[in-house]
Nanobody
Framework: QVQLVESGGGVVQAGGSLRLSCAAS????????MGWHRQAPGKLREFVAH???????NYADSVKGHFTISRDNAKNTVYLQMNSLKPEDTAVYYC???????????????WGQGTQVIVSS
């Protein structure tokens, strides 16, 4: 069984920063891509950032230049550094990871439970 546990959400004023973490644990053979999505109130879930197993990154246009995704493979953890936060960044942030549980298994995408970020104006 695999779990992804997020942390680091909270309430911050506009212009402030937060760092989200997401740690994968359980029966893990290997982890491929990892990333973040978010869902604002009344809106559909949207892509935020992605990082490949080799460290290549891509971002939604709305966060380019003020969010940075990174990972620590030794800790099975992905991070999202969020700077210059705006009220429109308010959302529940969900991490995901493509994980193989055994050598022979196919990779499956696992999701965290979400962490709330509120940016006040």
């Amino acid at each position: 069984q695999v779990q992804l546990v997020e942390s680091g959400g909270g309430v911050v004023q506009a212009g402030g920063s937060l760092r989200l973490s997401c740690a994968a644990s359980g029966s893990i053979f290997s982890i491929g891509a990892m990333g973040w999505h978010r869902q604002a109130p009344g809106k559909l879930r949207e892509f935020v950032a992605h990082i490949s197993s080799g460290g290549s990154t891509n971002y939604a246009d709305s966060v380019k230049g003020h969010f940075t995704i990174s990972r620590d493979n030794a800790k099975n953890t992905v991070y999202l550094q969020m700077n210059s936060l705006k009220p429109e960044d308010t959302a529940v942030y969900y991490c995901y990871a493509d994980i193989k549980t055994t050598w022979a298994a196919r990779s499956s995408t696992y999701w965290g439970q979400g962490t709330q970020v509120i940016v006040s104006s």
